[in-house]
């Protein structure tokens, strides 16, 4: 079956700390990653995507995200974050065939961020 | 380019009542998606449309859940009678046939009591 795990629920950090959000997926067929961010009352939007090609995604905000087909990891991360990337990430592949396309979902990560 | 419109933002209402959520997709978007998302949990698809035929609604609990893409643009999802286990936030979505580009809207955030 197709699924998604995000190993932290939670996770605090301090201004200027360096992020890792860990991703691990189960499909079997072409896969497809991408990382969602969602902003306290805000809509999902999409931080950066993996489709094929060079395995290091670079994003907005100065977020980036490698793929690891050996490892079905698809890891998130930021060299130095800031109070505004308080929010809650989501892990998602894109799982079906002939056009029929639908995204799967982790459980997310709430990450927050002190000054 | 306008987003995906959702109404209502919020929804109160008593369990065993009936509640209704709207959706418009952008324009030209042939494919529209239902998620749920309860609190702390990421979303879940509840059904899937192509143009006005459905999809995907193996998660749809069929019982008391429904929803309808008549004219292939707004939709519609519907629960009847609503449970305490239903509160969560309803997300719509929108994407080109044969694209990766999923928008999504604000969300309804229903809570049953």
């Known amino acids: 079956a197709q699924s998604v795990s995000q190993h932290n629920h939670h996770v605090i950090l301090s201004e200027a700390a360096s992020l890792e959000l860990g991703c691990n997926y189960s499909y079997g067929g072409t896969v497809n990653l991408f990382w969602y961010v969602q902003y306290p009352g805000q809509h999902l939007q999409l931080l950066l995507k993996?489709?094929?090609?060079?395995?290091l995604v670079k994003g907005i905000k100065g977020f980036e995200a490698e793929f690891i087909k050996s490892k079905f990891s698809f890891n998130l991360r930021k060299p130095s974050v800031q109070w505004s990337d308080t929010a809650e990430y989501f892990c998602?592949?894109?799982?079906?065939?002939?056009?029929?396309?639908?995204?799967?979902f982790g459980a997310g990560t709430r990450l927050a961020v002190h000054p | 380019e306008a987003g995906v419109a959702q109404s209502p933002r919020y929804k109160i209402i008593e369990k065993r009542q009936s509640v209704a959520f709207w959706c418009n997709p952008i324009?030209?978007?042939?494919?529209l998606y239902w998620y749920q998302q309860i609190l702390g949990q990421g979303p879940k698809l509840l059904i899937q449309?192509?143009?006005?035929?459905?999809?995907?609604d193996s998660q749809l609990p069929k019982d008391r859940f429904s929803a309808e893409r008549l004219k292939g643009v707004d939709s519609t999802l519907k629960i009847q009678p609503a449970k305490l286990e239903d509160s969560a936030v309803y997300l719509c979505a929108s994407k080109p046939k044969g694209h990766y580009g999923y928008t999504f809207g604000s969300g309804t955030r229903l809570t049953v009591v």
């Open positions: 998602a592949v894109n799982a079906g065939s002939g056009g029929y396309n639908k995204l799967i």
């Open positions: 449309f192509q143009n006005n035929g459905v999809v995907d």
């Open positions: 993996y489709f094929s090609g060079d395995p």
């Open positions: 324009s030209g978007h042939a494919t």
